[in-house]
């Protein structure tokens, strides 16, 4: 990682995976909330496995990043905001397959989508909205000088 | 631009965020294209253009913010030229994307060219992410007034 390539590519695959993230979760919950209506909700979440391989490739960096400058990243707000985001929107999306993704794939129709389904859609691209923001932050919050959010 | 903390960081944030979706959309509508998902309608996904082009706005405005900050930085890096013409290319196949496909009938198979033109929009949102991630890396200029 310390190679003068080894953050601009691993950072370069990070965004690649949030980009494929975006395209087809975030896309399956623009589509839960009511845009581009004539999209097959079931259909459109085929393209789902490709957002996970883009999660699995975040995952992979985002460890990388991590072990190689660990005070960097576990003492700043950002990375801790960003933490948190990905915790709720992990939460969201078990709580969605669980109770409401049968429902939601059943229905083509997003007007007689249960007011819970839009909820957990509109939860899911804001906390994916969120860690994009906190991904961007942790530059200008690097410790010493910022440790918490708390602690200000 | 450069004075102001909060105005650099907006715009940061937003060039991400509207990047993000531009690059989204993009990469959903070619992975389609290239055969993932294939009973889905391809001309229905073309919905999702209106908001990948206010997106696309959005990158162009805040960009020309981070440009306004650092002019120098950019200019004086071959990589900025590559991101832009990367970016260029693939708005380019974008808007060939929404014109040819919006009305394609729904049991039609895919075109080999709609498949070419699918790979190159993959390589060239790739060639986009990764020029902008190696910008931040590669500059050898900060500010003008290091020639003078």
């Known amino acids: ?152 | 631009m450069r004075e102001s903390g909060a105005a650099f960081f907006t715009s940061l944030t937003l060039h991400s965020l509207a990047m993000a979706f531009v690059v989204g959309i993009n990469l959903a509508i070619a992975f389609r294209l290239v055969g993932f998902a294939p009973k889905l309608p391809i001309a229905p996904l073309t919905r999702f253009y209106p908001l990948h082009w206010y997106c696309a706005v959005l990158i162009l405005v805040s960009g020309l913010a981070l440009l306004l900050a650092y002019p120098a930085k950019a200019l004086t890096n071959e990589v900025f030229y590559l991101k832009l013409t990367a970016l260029s290319i693939g708005l380019l196949i974008s808007k060939r994307f929404q014109y040819t496909l919006s009305n394609l009938p729904e049991d039609e198979p895919v075109q080999n060219d709609h498949k070419q033109l699918a790979y190159l929009s993959l390589v060239v949102w790739a060639t986009t992410i990764c020029a902008g991630r190696f910008l931040a890396y590669t500059h050898n200029v900060l500010l003008a007034s290091r020639f003078y």
Request: proline residues 5%.
């Open chain 1, 1 to 152: 990682m310390n190679s003068p390539w080894g953050w601009p590519v691993a950072e370069s695959i990070h965004f690649l995976g949030l980009c494929m993230l975006i395209g087809t979760v975030g896309l399956f919950d623009l589509r839960m909330l009511g845009v581009a209506k004539q999209v097959s909700l079931t259909e459109l979440h085929k393209l789902v496995p490709i957002g996970v391989l883009g999660y699995l490739l975040n995952v992979t960096t985002g460890t990388m990043f991590l072990s190689t400058a660990p005070d960097q990243y576990l003492y700043n707000p950002a990375v801790q905001s960003k933490f948190f985001f990905m915790l709720i929107a992990g939460i969201n999306m078990l709580f969605f397959y669980a109770t409401t993704a049968t429902e939601v794939k059943r229905s083509e129709d997003s007007a007689s989508l249960a007011t819970r389904a839009k909820t957990m859609a509109a939860i899911s691209l804001l906390c994916w909205c969120g860690v994009i923001i906190c991904g961007r932050l942790i530059t200008y919050y690097r410790p010493p000088y910022y440790w918490c959010l708390w602690c200000q």
